[in-house]
């Protein structure tokens, strides 16, 4: 998939995550985008990216937040 599919921006506007302790360890940024959003590892920001669209990272959030992941 093309991230122009997504309506990438040429600059998306990155935030870091709020589980971010600033102390170097895993996190992530994620940016809004027209269609969906971009994730990347804020450690390797030029690595890769990955696209989701919205309900699909609505769902990602909601079992984040209520721990309900298959183990």
């Known amino acids: 998939m093309k991230s122009a599919s997504f309506g990438r921006p ?3 506007t990155w935030v870091t995550s709020s589980y971010s302790n600033g102390a170097g ?14 994730v990347r590892d804020s450690k390797r920001p ?20 209520h721990d309900t992941f298959a183990s």
């Open 25 to 38: 360890g895993e996190c992530v940024e994620w940016a809004a985008v027209e269609r969906g959003v971009l």
């Open 46 to 65: 030029d690595a890769f990216v990955i696209a989701a669209g919205g309900s699909s990272w609505h769902c990602f959030l909601r079992a984040v937040r």
């Open 10 to 12: 040429s600059r998306p």
